[in-house]
T-cell receptor, first 114, second 112 residues
């Protein structure tokens, strides 16, 4: 099956700084990647759909200027949390969807904003 | 409103015992139903995926059932192991866009 990696696995930053999270599809060319956010004891919430070579599609309530997504190649999508605040502290997970087959999720990135 | 509800919220069992997790959904139109296992601090890993015409699917000690008429699914874990301790998430894919609707999960703890 597809293997998806994320980097870093965890990050601590000061409030007001920007943090970039990378999502790589290691054995599959992913034209579409998905970014999720998960708060403690809650389920995954889709933030945006990242499309290779075009603009990302954001879910309602997600600020596109705050969560910048770049999908410059078929194997890499990045999520940048700009001017991070403590309420942005969460577990960020990316995934790829091979057609109608099951989604393959990355291991997640835990962000803590102080 | 498309929703996926899971029960129980949490479950504690002894190693070697069986257990069954429940998932009820109100998603239309239905495309498929997936069960994922999520270890703490990790991304979800797929266990099973079932379409409308499938009513049971197994993956090792995991057996999922689907009743499309009652819109219910279950995940049965046989002879539980300590490594089964995780959250189990039921996810329903909706319509032609395959938008995923996530349940809140069942937290399973297996004790020796």
């Amino acid at each position: 099956g597809a293997v998806v990696s994320q980097h870093p696995s965890w990050v601590i930053c000061k409030s007001g700084t920007s943090v970039k999270i990378e999502c790589r599809s290691l054995d599959f060319q992913a034209t579409t990647m998905f970014w999720y956010r998960q708060f403690p004891k809650q389920s995954l919430m889709l933030m945006a759909t990242s499309n290779e070579g075009s603009k990302a599609t954001y879910e309602q309530g997600v600020e596109k200027d705050k969560f910048l997504i770049n999908h410059a190649s078929l194997t890499l999508s990045t999520l940048t949390v700009t001017s991070a605040h403590p309420e942005d502290s969460s577990f960020y997970i990316c995934s790829t969807d091979r057609g109608r087959e099951t989604q393959y999720f990355g291991p997640g990135t835990r962000l803590l904003v102080l | 409103k498309n929703q996926v509800e899971q029960s129980p919220q949490s479950l504690i069992i002894l190693e070697g015992k069986n257990c069954t997790l429940q998932c009820n959904y109100t998603v239309s139109p239905f495309s498929n139903l997936r069960w994922y296992k999520q270890d703490t601090g990790r991304g979800p890993v797929s266990l099973t995926i079932m379409t409308f015409s499938e009513n049971t699917k197994s993956n090792g000690r995991y057996t999922a059932t689907l009743d499309a008429d009652t819109k219910q699914s279950s995940l049965h874990i046989t002879a539980s192991q300590l490594s089964d301790s995780a959250s189990y998430i039921c996810v329903v894919s909706a319509g032609s866009t395959d938008k995923l609707i996530f349940g809140t999960g069942t937290r399973l703890q297996v004790f020796p």
